[in-house]
């Protein structure tokens, strides 16, 4: 029995967990003078607060087209359940340095992309593309740099990316556009010390420890 129930928690240990819930950032304000806009993440109990600083073209933070809306499904990945539900959305144009800031630590933050047509971006640190597609501009594929910090945007590339780790601020680098889209994601908020299973993962476990208990009992 014990050699069963042994491999009873490996499965477990193998089985992948399923998409986790986003929480996309509601872009509130707009500050002309510092080259600003500010919103709020909610996750839970708990409010983030967010500023993305730098050349922008517009910001949307009530109403207007929906960019997010017309293929919905690439910014879903095995990771991410929902992609942004409103027309928030911050339009950059002037390629530099920009920041976006958090007013806590963020776990894992994501990046919804929206037309990055001929773009090169680098972050500084290593990202990860959960998922691309043909979104509202039509369609593209992201070339990551050699050190998977960045990316060349061959065509119109629309997705989400994520910098894995806990962040308050990130700060990166775009050339310039017409316009390429952006808003601003998180899968948690970081606790610090602690590593939060992943709410699947943890009922597995609990499972899993369930029957060994029944093992020992049996045995």
């Known amino acids: 029995m014990r050699l069963r129930a042994t491999a009873f928690v490996a499965a477990l240990a193998t089985t992948p967990a399923f998409a986790a819930p986003a929480y996309w950032t509601d872009w509130t304000s707009i500050s002309n003078v510092a080259s600003a806009v500010i919103g709020d993440l909610t996750v839970?109990?708990?409010?983030?607060?967010?500023?993305?600083?730098?050349?922008?073209?517009?910001?949307?933070?009530?109403?207007?087209?929906?960019?997010?809306?017309?293929?919905?499904?690439?910014?879903?990945?095995?990771?991410v359940d929902n992609?942004?539900?409103?027309?928030?959305?911050?339009?950059?144009?002037?390629?530099?340095?920009?920041?976006?800031?958090?007013?806590q630590s963020v776990h894992n933050p994501l990046i919804g992309l929206v037309s990055w047509n001929n773009n090169t971006v680098d972050f500084g640190v290593p990202i990860n593309f959960l998922s691309f597609g043909c979104g509202y501009w039509g369609c593209g594929t992201p070339v990551v740099n050699p050190a998977g910090t960045g990316f060349f945007g061959n065509g119109e590339v629309h997705?989400?990316?994520?910098?894995?780790?806990?962040?308050?601020?990130?700060?990166?680098?775009?050339?310039?556009?017409?316009?390429?889209?952006?808003?601003?994601?998180?899968?948690?908020?970081?606790?610090?010390?602690?590593?939060?299973?992943?709410?699947?993962?943890?009922?597995?476990?609990?499972?899993?420890?369930?029957?060994?208990?029944?093992?020992?009992?049996?045995?």
Do not use: C, M
């Open 83 to 103: 992609g942004p539900t409103t027309a928030d959305i911050i339009a950059l144009d002037g390629g530099g340095t920009k920041t976006i800031t958090f007013s």
């Open 159 to 219: 997705g989400v990316i994520e910098l894995v780790g806990d962040y308050t601020s990130i700060t990166f680098t775009d050339t310039s556009e017409n316009w390429h889209g952006i808003t601003v994601g998180v899968l948690g908020v970081s606790t610090p010390g602690t590593q939060v299973p992943e709410p699947v993962s943890l009922a597995l476990l609990g499972g899993a420890l369930g029957a060994l208990v029944l093992a020992r009992r049996k045995r």
């Open 44 to 79: 839970g109990s708990t409010t983030v607060g967010v500023t993305y600083s730098g050349s922008y073209s517009f910001a949307q933070t009530s109403g207007g087209t929906n960019f997010w809306a017309s293929n919905p499904v690439i910014y879903t990945s095995p990771s």
